[in-house]
């Protein structure tokens, strides 16, 4: 991406904007502070670079001449840095931690990444994207007995270091170590076009390889140089598929990772990316059962604790806590809109500190920090979901929630396959108008009274859609409101607070609303007419309590009354 940029193909993406920030003849030939770099006294580090030159990845020179003829050219030399990522684990009630290296060319210091161009933005698939595509091939074959699903992950050995860099680059791929230079031959972990010639390339790889098999047989997704196959059909097909696969992948030239292979045969469950799997094969309705790995949860939950200590949050501590909260986003949907509130001030400078710019106001991440926090408390350890074929082809139960508010109360109804079964209504409270800072009694609080009618109705008939298989219709005349459900999401302080908790609640449940669909105010005539009824003491038994001026409408009559919970500040979950 400096001298040559790769065509586009369409495969991923393009950026809008393909002209470097600098102008490579402009770049020094190398940064001198003095200081011996921190590879150069780490003996792992120096340990790396031998095996890296053995294998001829890179190449050693005596001196930055001898480099320079053989670049035939002036060589821009970038500091070695060692990366140390450690991991925490939660063992026997210990958190323990385990500490990786990694070698990185700092490219961004020596200007190398300002003047190169980055074509295409990569699409990474997510934890979902595989689960769907396995329920899909689960659809098309189910009337095949006996042919459940395989799952094999085998890893791309060293992927970056799979391809050459081109001959006039690399010159621009170098280090000193000690009184040693080294020059890549192979694309750089940390340069700027090395995803997306890692991308692209392994995309046709997979593509080339998955051609020998059947479409139907077979499902394959690859997370830069993690691919995840799945297999359907009878144990020999399963067989030969895969020895077809892995074999032309081998073919091409490229190595795979043996020793660290996982089968589904052979292991109940797998891990890949951030989640492990792990395949039900339940008669006729199969599925997979998706976790999230608990050394992520782990991560994610000391990160918060220890930025909720200060009222500052480094930067880098910030951008670690994104890339984690990013991982469990792939399973949550509803974790996104709170992760993209992590992001938004690393790359915002209006939150940061003035006296330390490599700081942000821990009130930026506030938000975010504490819905995670709650979330992590209600989820206990670990997080896992189930994903049957029942549910994917909506075979559950059709259950319905209609919900309105007045001014003055809320209501709602339960609708399960087309009966019916419960109702609710209630009054607004002098303690909803001091959470959510909205009056009752006039328009301008509607936006956030349908939203709580909305909330306290999945709250009230949690029961019914939190761990079972069914199709959830969520209706009402507010279209404010349902977007507010379908986002997560809200502008405003009452409407804030209340997606936040819909959001919390959501995220804990197996299964979401899959419908939101709008109601005309003028036909929404049962619900209205329950959030205009008098209010209703949550003792009584009475299912009539209606005024003599209101009466309940006769559909209802057959249906049980249930009343909302009293919502005091240990109601709200996230405030």
């Known amino acids: ?43 792992d580090a120096q340990d790396e670079v031998d095996k890296m030159v053995r294998r001829r990845w890179i190449r050693k020179f005596s001196s930055k001449f001898a480099a320079k003829r053989y ?19 939660l063992r026997e009630g210990r958190v323990i931690s385990k500490t990786k290296k990694r070698l990185i060319l700092n490219l961004k210091k020596s200007g190398v990444t300002a003047v190169a161009v980055k074509g295409e933005r990569p699409e990474l698939p997510r934890v979902l994207d595989v689960i769907f595509a396995n329920l899909e091939m689960l659809r098309r074959r189910r009337q095949e007995r006996g042919k459940g699903l395989r799952h094999v992950i085998l890893d791309f050995s060293n992927a970056f270091f799979q391809f050459p860099t081109r001959a006039d680059e690399r010159r621009f791929f170098a280090t000193r170590l000690g009184k040693s230079v080294l020059v890549w031959l192979r694309t ?42 799945t ?33 589904s045969d052979t292991e109940q469950v797998v891990t890949w990316t951030s989640a492990r799997l792990e395949l039900l094969q339940d008669g006729d309705d199969p599925g997979i059962k998706v976790s999230i790995k608990e ?34 986003s792939s399973l949550l949907h509803v974790w996104r809109p709170f992760v993209s509130m992590l992001w938004g001030p690393i790359y915002n400078t209006r939150s940061r500190c003035p006296f330390d710019p490599l700081k942000v106001w821990r009130t930026a991440v506030d938000v975010p920090l504490r819905w995670m ?31 309105d508010a007045s001014p003055l109360g809320i209501g709602a109804f339960l609708i ?17 108008e001091d959470i959510l800072r909205v009056k009752r009694g006039g328009s301008e609080g509607q936006q956030a009274w349908e939203g709580l009618a909305i909330l306290a109705a999945l709250r009230l008939w949690s029961w019914v859609w939190r761990d079972r298989r069914i199709s959830l219709a969520v209706r009402s005349d507010s279209v404010s409101a349902l977007v507010m459900l379908v986002k997560m999401k809200a502008d405003g302080f009452g409407v804030g607070i209340i997606s936040r908790e819909i959001a919390l609640d959501v995220a804990e449940s197996l299964y979401e609303p899959n419908i939101c669909s709008h109601i005309p105010g003028t036909t929404n005539i049962i619900a209205d007419t329950l959030s205009r009824m008098p209010g209703v003491d949550s003792s009584s038994s009475s299912t009539s309590s209606g005024s003599s001026f209101t009466p309940l409408p006769s559909s209802l009559r057959q249906s049980q009354q249930r009343f909302f919970q009293e919502r005091g500040y240990s109601w709200w979950r996230a405030l």
């Open 231 to 263: 297999f359907i059909g009878s144990q020999e097909e399963q067989d030969n598929n895969i020895a077809k696969f892995v074999g032309c992948i081998l073919a091409m030239g490229f190595e795979l990772s043996f020793p660290k292979a996982q089968d």
């Open 71 to 89: 670049l035939k050219g002036k060589v821009v030399l970038s500091e070695l840095i060692v990366i140390a990522k450690t991991k925490r684990q």
């Open 295 to 328: 050394d992520i949860l782990t991560e994610v939950g000391e990160d918060i604790k220890e930025m909720m200590k200060g009222n500052t949050v480094g930067v880098d501590k910030l951008r670690t806590l994104a890339g984690r909260a990013t991982c469990i």
């Open 188 to 229: 750089a972990q940390g340069s700027r076009g090395a995803p997306l010639i890692c991308g692209r390339a392994l995309a046709l790889v997979m593509r080339l390889a998955a051609s020998t098999v059947s479409p139907d047989a077979m499902t394959s997704s690859c997370y830069v140089d993690d691919p995840l196959s």
């Open 416 to 432: 399960i396959n087309g009966i019916i079964k419960e109702y609710a209504f209630g009054p607004l409270t002098k303690r909803d």
């Open 373 to 403: 926090n709650a979330f992590l408390i209600g989820a206990a350890g670990s997080l896992s979901r189930i994903y049957r074929l029942s549910s994917y082809l909506q075979e559950g139960d059709r259950v319905t929630i209609v919900t």
């Open 1 to 43: 991406g400096i001298k040559q940029v790769p065509a586009p193909r369409g495969i991923f993406p393009e950026y809008a904007d393909k002209d470097p920030s600098a102008d490579f003849t402009t770049l020094a030939s190398e940064l001198i502070d003095g200081k011996k770099s921190k590879a150069a006294r780490d003996k």
